[in-house]
């Protein structure tokens, strides 16, 4: 079973920065792609960034070019650069895997940007 922990949520005014970390337990996790989604008030949770195993990326495209999806094998890591933050942004922020057992989630991060 695999565990995720997210952590670097917070408040930030809008045009500011923010990393996103997602540490994950397990011994598979360099063979695994990880995903980062997203859930507003009111809104369904949404995909933000996916990462392959093979270090490939994928972004929806309201976080095209502002936001970047990596991953530290060694550190069993997965981490989500947000710049260029607007208030549409502000949700909680979820890290997600898939494996042969299962799909898991970390207990999600709050954002918020101000105006």
């Known amino acids: 079973q695999v565990q995720l922990v997210e952590s670097g949520g917070g408040l930030v005014q809008a045009g500011g920065s923010l990393r996103l970390s997602c540490a994950a337990s397990?011994?598979?996790?360099?063979?695994?792609?990880m995903a980062w989604y997203r859930q507003a008030p009111g809104k369904q949770r949404e995909a933000v960034a996916v990462?392959?195993?093979?270090?490939?990326?994928s972004y929806a495209d309201s976080v095209k070019g502002r936001f970047t999806i990596s991953r530290d094998n060694a550190k069993n890591t997965v981490y989500l650069q947000m710049n260029s933050l607007k208030p549409e942004d502000t949700a909680v922020y979820y890290c997600n895997v898939d494996d042969a057992f299962g799909t898991y989630w970390g207990q999600g991060t709050q954002v918020t940007v101000s105006s």
């Open positions: 397990g011994s598979t996790f360099s063979r695994l792609a």
């Open positions: 990462i392959s195993r093979y270090g490939s990326t």
